[in-house]
């Protein structure tokens, strides 16, 4: 079936520094989405990407889609305390389901 | 407004005993729903989804069940709970063609 990696599974940054977490699926996806769950939290929606080579902005997050539609990834600048949580992407074939990647659980340290 | 109601927020329940969760949807008709299981610090496993009344699909063979006796209500149950039915259980809906809006969880702790 479908699966859908991150890497890493888990990043401990100073605040300040730049984190990056990268999804890859073993499948051409319609879309993907990105989701933050903060420690004893629900996943919360970020952004969905749909286009080959797309590239978002929310504030000092910044999201891309693969040419291929098959990988993504998340770049957080100037991490802050509050952006701990694990950040999981998920894929949508078009099947009325998501796959969810293995997420990357962030730490930051003040 | 729309929103998505989910409980108990924590459930303790011994080997064996029943379980039925439900999760129930405000503001919208005719939603897709999703049952999701996170065990501690694991990703999302996608249980069941359902697109109608009576409509489910499961994804993977194991001890649960997914019901939907009304449009906006859709319930998880098992008659008999093994250890590893241990979790974080997390229902969801999709609101159009976008991101999908999981409710607060329930914890379950199977002894």
């Known amino acids: 079936g479908q699966q859908v990696m991150q890497i890493p599974q888990y990043q401990h940054v100073q605040e300040g520094e730049d984190f990056t977490t990268y999804c890859n699926s073993s499948?051409?996806?319609?879309?993907i989405q990105w989701y933050k769950q903060r420690p004893g939290g629900h996943p919360v929606f970020l952004i969905q990407?749909?286009?080959?080579?797309e590239v978002k902005k929310q504030k000092r997050l910044t999201f891309q889609f693969g040419e291929a539609k098959k990988n993504s990834s998340l770049h957080i600048t100037a991490t802050q305390t509050t952006d701990v949580g694990t950040y999981f992407c998920?894929?949508?074939?078009?099947?009325?389901?998501?796959?969810f990647g293995t997420g990357t659980r962030l730490l930051v340290s003040p | 407004s729309q929103t998505i109601h989910q409980w108990p927020a924590t459930l303790v329940q011994p080997v064996g005993s029943p379980l039925s969760l439900e999760c129930t949807v405000e503001?919208?008709?005719?939603?897709?729903l999703y049952w999701y299981r996170q065990a501690a610090g694991r990703g999302l496993q996608l249980l069941f989804y359902?697109?109608?009344?009576?409509?489910i699909s499961s994804e993977v063979p194991q001890n649960l069940s997914a019901s939907r006796p009304q449009d906006r209500q859709f319930i998880l149950s098992s008659k008999k709970l093994l250890l590893s039915d241990s979790g974080f259980y997390l229902c969801?809906?999709?609101?159009?063609?976008?991101?999908?809006?999981f409710g607060s969880g329930t914890r379950l702790t199977v002894v």
């Open positions: 359902s697109v109608g009344i009576g409509q």
């Open positions: 990407l749909v286009k080959s080579g």
């Open positions: 998920a894929g949508n074939t078009g099947f009325q389901k998501l796959v």
């Open positions: 499948t051409t996806l319609s879309n």
């Open positions: 503001g919208t008709s005719n939603p897709n």
């Open positions: 969801a809906w999709r609101p159009g063609d976008y991101g999908y809006t």
